[in-house]
């Protein structure tokens, strides 16, 4: 077997060694972090409202894929499973009482805490012979920033699902 040697590198002339060292010193009196690594990733903005109820929505919405669903959901695809049982119960509630029920992520308050945002939803559930509206606060739901998304967090989904009388099994 051959052995390459490889080939020194060139001196780093003194002056230049100086100088760069004598740059870092001076970074570091100004209170510039030189050698501190970039964080993984910035801390998220705070979602709006609307962000947070269009995710919902799409959520919600049995008709859209599973994979689009779960990638707005903590659990994926175990939580679209849960949330489909909750959807069936829902729709057949409606049909049998005569109501549709929708929800909105209300703006205010939406606080985050590192990667977690607590908000609260406000249900409205609306008489389909009369128009006749009556809305329902649900406090403290969770979301969680993984992957650069906000997605509701197993524990949210157990929050709406429990606020229609509804088991569940994620944890």
């Given at each position: 077997?051959?052995?390459?040697?490889?080939?020194?590198?060139?001196?780093i002339?003194?002056?230049?060694?100086?100088?760069?060292?004598?740059?870092i010193?001076?970074?570091?009196?100004?209170?510039?972090?030189?050698w501190?690594a970039p964080?993984?990733?910035?801390?998220?903005?705070?979602?709006?409202?609307?962000q947070?109820?269009t995710?919902?929505?799409?959520?919600?919405?049995?008709?859209?894929?599973?994979?689009t669903r779960?990638?707005?959901?903590?659990?994926?695809?175990?939580?679209?499973?849960?949330?489909?049982?909750?959807?069936a119960?829902?729709?057949?509630?409606?049909?049998a009482?005569?109501?549709?029920?929708?929800?909105?992520?209300?703006?205010g308050?939406?606080?985050?805490?590192?990667?977690?945002?607590?908000?609260?939803?406000?249900?409205?559930?609306?008489?389909?012979?009369s128009?006749?509206?009556?809305?329902?606060?649900?406090?403290?739901?969770?979301?969680?920033y993984?992957g650069?998304?906000w997605?509701l967090?197993?524990?949210?989904?157990?929050?709406?699902?429990?606020?229609?009388?509804?088991?569940?099994?994620?944890?």
């Amino acid at each position: 077997m051959k052995s390459h040697a490889i080939s020194a590198l060139p001196e780093i002339p003194r002056a230049v060694t100086a100088a760069f060292a004598a740059m870092i010193a001076v970074m570091g009196l100004l209170g510039v972090g030189v050698w501190a690594a970039p964080s993984a990733h910035a801390e998220p903005a705070t979602p709006t409202g609307a962000q947070l109820t269009t995710e919902l929505n799409i959520i919600a919405d049995t008709s859209q894929p599973t994979a689009t669903r779960a990638a707005l959901l903590e659990g994926g695809t175990a939580a679209v499973i849960r949330v489909n049982i909750y959807m069936a119960a829902l729709k057949a509630n409606e049909a049998a009482n005569g109501y549709t029920v929708s929800w909105a992520v209300d703006n205010g308050p939406i606080t985050v805490a590192g990667t977690t945002a607590t908000t609260n939803i406000t249900l409205t559930k609306t008489t389909t012979s009369s128009g006749a509206t009556d809305t329902a606060p649900i406090n403290g739901v969770t979301w969680v920033y993984l992957g650069d998304t906000w997605k509701l967090t197993n524990a949210g989904v157990c929050k709406i699902g429990s606020f229609g009388g509804q088991s569940c099994g994620l944890s």
